[in-house]
């Protein structure tokens, strides 16, 4: 991003007395903290714990109350310059010789955003100008205008967990809510609806696969094991931003539901269209603000057609902000048919995975491991609770001796415990599920609260009818053989690994006086 943001604190006497006078920070973004969600009424807080880095006062310092990001004009020669900030909140730039200058607030995009240690309190929003439901409006109103061959296939991918959220809020089944999500989005104008269950069959597959082969190298590298999951893009922006070195090399390649739906969508189903990846918009409906930032990653940019495999992504919340702008409950819609992105399968309900809220990544890995490195088949997944109820173990043992030794670690302060004994070479594990949010996904900071329940009975609900949904594992799923025969060109295949996986970038830290001993 061009320029220079300067970030200017109101006194708040919430963080040490030595940064209280420390303006700048050089190209970082600043994020949501706690409150930034205010605005739609029915949001938790936008990002996750490991993006905003707010109220964790034993692990880091706390956030600051009032930050906001300015362009200052720093010319050569020009020296060095305050800030004076107007009873009003307007920001001036004050020279040497005196001189005052008003300050634009700075426009940033997604892209631009470190996931630093900077935040905004209630009183700011990130300006986000690609990634929001106002967006997919304009995209929807302008087809409404063009002409047909200039019109653009919209396509929505609705996750598992947006869809249990709203199944809560109007008291429907899983199933009618697809179907009636389904007719809600076509009638804005969207021409297909997919559910990323089927996407994150490969993920999980993948995952799978990569497990396996980086147990038998370990011999050959100490960077093999612990494989540390990636579908959480907090966690992956964390882990590229803070620990690069120590963190990356554990982390899995496979790619997220979400993004693989980005190469099935802009990629495979693009084909069958007989259109150019950039001819269809892709939205994804996420229960989490990170994965806006996903979206917005180089890595998932095609060059050569210049568009994103995901062009949008939008929370539960902004589905619910939507639907009240419509003047539509969810109930009281006539459900559609279910679409399917393979024209040999009939989607006739939703599907699930075994293994919780998050994706299943943990017990998926380790019943294959079991089978595939010891011939052990595991009938059932037993949980070992440790110091919380967001970090649990699971041990395969023989003849007393531990084979495989996996855990879940859920929330920023399970994810800095596993990443300090990492640090020390002290870690056990083998296997990883790491996800940002406490009680993961189901818990996303873009889910839906509800003014007259608490937010555990309304996770308890929202968990419930999630589990409700038929599980099946990723290799019987219809469809996903044949893809990986025709598509993909075969398992392990080079088509597989670029369509599949991605890589990971430590991102350089900016000088700044607000920098954080992690």
């Known amino acids: 991003m061009p320029g220079r943001l300067a970030v200017a604190h109101a006194p708040c006497g919430r963080f040490p007395a030595a940064w209280r006078n420390r303006f700048t920070v050089s190209r970082h973004l600043v994020t949501p903290a706690r409150g930034a969600g205010r605005q739609f009424g029915t949001m938790a807080s936008l990002f996750s714990g490991a993006l905003q880095l707010t109220d964790l006062d034993d692990f880091i310092a706390p956030s600051q109350d009032c930050i906001k990001p300015m362009r200052v004009d720093k010319r050569p020669g020009s020296g060095a310059a305050k800030i004076h900030i ?73 996750s598992p967990q947006s869809r249990a959220s709203l199944a809560v809020r109007f008291q429907l089944n899983p199933t009618d809510t697809a179907r009636k999500l389904t007719a809600f989005f076509k009638k804005l104008g969207a021409h297909y609806v997919f559910d990323t269950t089927f996407s994150r069959n490969f993920s999980l597959l993948e995952s799978q696969r990569e497990f396996v082969r980086r147990f038998r190298a370990q011999a050959d590298s100490k960077q093999a094991l612990p494989v540390l999951t990636s579908a959480c893009p907090g966690w992956i922006c964390y882990a590229e931003k803070t620990h690069g070195n120590v963190l990356l090399p554990h982390i899995s390649t496979a790619r997220s539901p979400q993004q693989v739906m980005g190469s099935l969508v802009k990629d495979f189903f693009s084909q069958q269209q007989h259109l150019t990846p950039d001819k269809i918009y892709h939205v994804t409906v996420m229960p989490c603000y990170d994965k806006k930032l996903e979206a917005s990653r180089p890595d998932f940019f095609s060059q050569e057609h210049q568009t994103r495999d995901v062009d949008c992504v939008i929370t539960t919340g902004e589905v619910f902000k939507l639907l009240e702008e419509e003047g539509v409950s969810l109930s009281e819609l006539e459900p559609a048919p279910l679409d399917s992105l393979c024209s040999s399968v009939s989607a006739q309900e939703p599907t699930s995975h075994q293994g919780g809220g998050s994706g299943g990544y943990l017990e998926h890995v380790f019943r294959h491991a079991a089978q595939e490195l010891f011939g052990i088949h595991v009938t059932e997944v037993t949980y070992r609770p440790l110091r919380n109820k967001d ?77 409700t949904v038929r599980t099946e594992a990723p290799e019987d799923a219809p469809g996903v053989q044949e893809l990986y025969g025709h598509w993909l060109q075969g398992e392990g295949s080079e088509q597989a690994s670029r369509l599949l996986h991605t890589s990971y970038h430590a991102v350089e830290k900016a000088g700044s006086s607000l920098s954080i001993r992690w």
């Open 86 to 158: 107007e009873n009003d909140g307007s920001y001036f730039q004050v020279s040497q010789d005196g001189g005052t200058k008003k300050l634009e607030r700075a426009k940033i995009s997604l892209d631009d955003c470190l996931a630093c240690s900077g935040c905004v309190t209630s009183a700011e929003t990130v300006l986000i100008t690609q990634q929001s439901h106002e967006e997919l409006r304009k995209v929807l109103g302008a087809n409404k205008m063009a002409a047909p061959d200039q019109q653009r296939l919209v396509v929505i991918s609705v």
């Open 391 to 467: 970090l649990q173990e699971v041990t395969l043992e023989r003849e007393g001796r531990v084979l495989l030794h996996f855990a879940a670690a859920y929330g920023f302060r399970n994810i800095q415990n596993l990443v300090q004994k990492l640090k020390r070479g002290r870690c056990p594990y083998h296997y990883v599920e790491v996800m940002a949010c406490p009680s993961g996904c189901l818990n996303g900071g873009g889910q839906l609260k509800a003014p007259d329940m608490p937010g555990k009975e309304l996770l308890q609900q929202v968990e419930r009818l999630y589990s």
